[in-house]
């Protein structure tokens, strides 16, 4: 067993030993400059977030990226806790894909954890000759040493949800991991659970189609995605698409934790829903919904209702909670899973959005709050934007959280995030009875970076974290 090795590879055992790792000192996280007016390259900042260094909540290392107007967005590991059992293995690479170059950058974070520096750049001609892909999202490693990283689009930007294959060692591209003519009609997001054959995949929409900005009419016109992808692990294959009542755009997804889970939860942006996916008992997947966040009936704002935007979900790595973040209506939320057909709301904390008191936006008529929010002020600072991409700690005390969703949406969505920046937060978690409390002394504000105001996005940990890493 993995578990009795000598010397063992990468992350940890069990998600429950995981708990039990490290606390974070340092975080990883992507910083854009596209859609800003700045023109420099994205970078890879580096942030303390030991609160017993002289340097806590602070950028500590700048990693610029050779080009410009990459969009740097999600991350990935070389390898991770699905490779435990081999001690060969060693978590020192940072995987950087780029939404809309769709370049890849491998970053050496094991030389220096503190001071990345670029191991290779991958061009998107690359992926462009060898699978047909491009736009590229989630990255996950593999048991067999491989990286598989998620794709939007087709090399001229048109809708495909494939999958590229590359070598964990040399990250040479190697192919598609789905079947000549497999993909699906549309990607995002991907997570595999072996034991039981099987791997979950989401749709956002054609980088054509989201490049630019949101447009209502794409929604009519049905070019975003509303279906779960179910696929067989070993064949490589899709066996079955679900269709979501009331699902539309399907981002983020993960299953429980537990390698024997056989049920997750997918996080649909613009219904604003929770839906939970499950082997029923004929063997084949179903999904309900579990969640539903109501619109608000609004004035002053794009459309007359507006949906609280789930943009990011995670779940602790006991799979007690769930956690998700409102976007547009500016609040994070904490569920108890303990039942997940019937999840129990038990923290909630609003961090800016679009609807606190002041702001353009007058709410008209509200299912949930009595009063608009007040605007979100830290360390005298006033918060822009709303919470967007959140991380938990190993132990799930402390949530981390960043405000930047995609250059082109912040743009049109909160203007001043691009001439402001935005922000990491920290929140504390009560994880006997639920609840969640802002961290007063915590702020980072990508606004005063040195060549000027940047959209911060993923938050990684060097030792793994809990949307980093698949247990088998």
Known sequence: MATKCGKCGPGYPTPLEAMKGPREEIVYLPCIYRNTGIEAPDYLATVDVDPNSPQYSQ??????????????????????????????????????????????????VGSDPRAPKLHKVIEPSEFHTKCNLGNLHTSHCLASGEVMISALGDAQGNAKGGFVLLDGETFEVKGTWEKPGGAAPMGYDFWYQPRHNVMISTEWAAPNVF??????????????????????????????????????????????HDPAATQGFVGCALSSNIQRFYKNEGGTWSVEKVIQVPSKKVKGWLLPEM???????????DDRFLYFSNWLHGDIRQYDISNPQKPRLVGQIFLGGSIV???????????????????????????????????????????????????????????????????????????????????????????????GPALAHELRYPGGDCSSDIWI
């Open 307 to 317: 949906p609280g935007l789930i943009t990011d979900i995670l779940l602790s790595l």
């Open 59 to 108: 950028v500590i290392h700048r990693l610029p990226m050779p080009y410009l107007k990459d969009e740097l967005h999600h991350s990935g590991w070389n390898t991770c806790s699905s490779c435990f059992g081999d001690s060969t293995k060693s978590r020192n690479k940072l995987m950087l894909p780029s939404l809309v170059s769709s370049r890849l950058y491998v970053v050496d």
């Open 357 to 451: 008191k002041g702001g353009p936006v007058q709410v008209l008529e509200d299912q949930e709050l009595k009063c608009q929010p007040e605007p979100l002020v830290v360390k005298g600072k006033r918060v822009p934007g709303g919470p967007q991409m959140i991380q938990l700690s190993l132990d799930g005390k402390r949530l981390y959280v960043t405000s930047s969703l995609y250059s082109a949406w912040d743009k049109q969505f909160y203007p001043d995030l691009t001439r402001e920046g935005s922000m990491m937060l920290q929140v504390d978690v009560d994880t006997v009875n639920g609840g969640l409390k802002l961290n007063p002394n915590f702020l980072v504000d990508f606004g005063k970076e040195p060549l």
């Open 211 to 256: 490049k630019d900005g949101f447009n209502p009419a794409h929604v009519e016109a049905g070019l975003y995605g509303s279906h779960l992808h179910v696929w067989d692990w070993q064949r490589h294959e899709i066996i079955q698409t679900l269709q979501m009542k009331d699902g539309l755009i399907p981002l983020e997804v993960r299953f429980l």
